[in-house]
């Protein structure tokens, strides 16, 4: 979770603040540029390809989730396919900070594409995982999209405030805590789905089964457990220190 941008959503220092750009922003022209099919692929940094990547890993994720929905439901092959991605795309959201430090290279294009690849790979991609599950109702789907909107906003926000200073950095740029909880702790979310489905716990076995069944209101209660998630990245008095 060492992130060039700052993580967008992991809380670190933002991307802009790894290495001071030269005057002359090569990747700004490039990307500004109507000269050349492919000047959008010049403009992106080594960084900012292994950030593509957790996107990656978030899209074949979602895929995944899609097929075992279009499968047969005790084929759990796809089910187990669409949580071993997740885990890959916190390694390359880790990596491309690394390399962003190691190369002196840094934009708010990296920052951006950065939020965008956490949203898909620890937002979208876990509720379409539960989604799988059996989490189906209706309002199973209301929950499930609030969870993911809590990460959009916790993303969002993280940039506004990192590129405002509003969160206390050290001497080195790095944000000194977390406001909200990281959004690659949904992978937590992930584990425990990871154990459902190695037990069984799918469609109609899943854990506390269904509420108010056959009314407008039915619901898996343990859809709860994104909505908590959820709320907590967005909380803004929450503060989890950074290692």
């Known amino acids: 979770m060492s992130r060039r941008t700052g993580g967008a959503g992991n809380g670190v220092a933002p991307k802009t603040s790894v290495a ?23 403009a992106l940094h080594m960084a900012d390809y292994i950030t593509e990547l957790n996107g990656f890993c978030g899209i074949m994720s979602i895929f995944s989730s899609l097929r075992y929905c279009l499968g047969d439901p005790t084929e759990k092959s796809n089910l187990y396919l669409a949580l071993a991605f997740l885990p890959f795309g916190l390694f390359f959201d880790f990596m491309d900070g690394r390399v962003a430090r190691w190369r002196k290279k840094s934009s708010m294009m990296g920052q951006e594409l950065d939020s965008l690849a956490d949203l898909i790979s620890f937002g979208l991609a876990p509720a379409c995982v539960a989604f799988s599950l059996g989490m189906r109702t209706t309002l199973d789907h209301v929950l499930l999209a609030v969870f993911v909107l809590c990460g959009l906003t916790r993303l969002a926000r993280f940039n506004v405030t990192a590129a405002s200073g509003d969160i206390p950095k050290d001497a080195s740029g790095k944000a000194s805590y977390f406001e909200g909880t990281p959004i690659p702790t949904t992978l937590g979310l992930d584990a425990l789905m990871a154990y459902w489905v190695s037990q069984g716990w799918v469609l109609d076995q899943v854990p506390l089964g269904v509420w108010f069944q056959g009314t407008a209101l039915e619901v898996h209660p343990v859809v709860v457990v994104f909505l908590v998630h959820g709320s907590l990245m967005c909380s803004k008095s929450l503060h989890v220190p950074k290692p």
Do not use: A, I, V
């Not at 001071?20 to 050349?36: A, F, I, R, V």
């Open 20 to 42: 001071e750009e030269p005057s002359y922003d090569k990747q700004k022209d490039l990307l500004s540029s109507n000269k050349g099919h492919f000047s959008l692929l010049k």
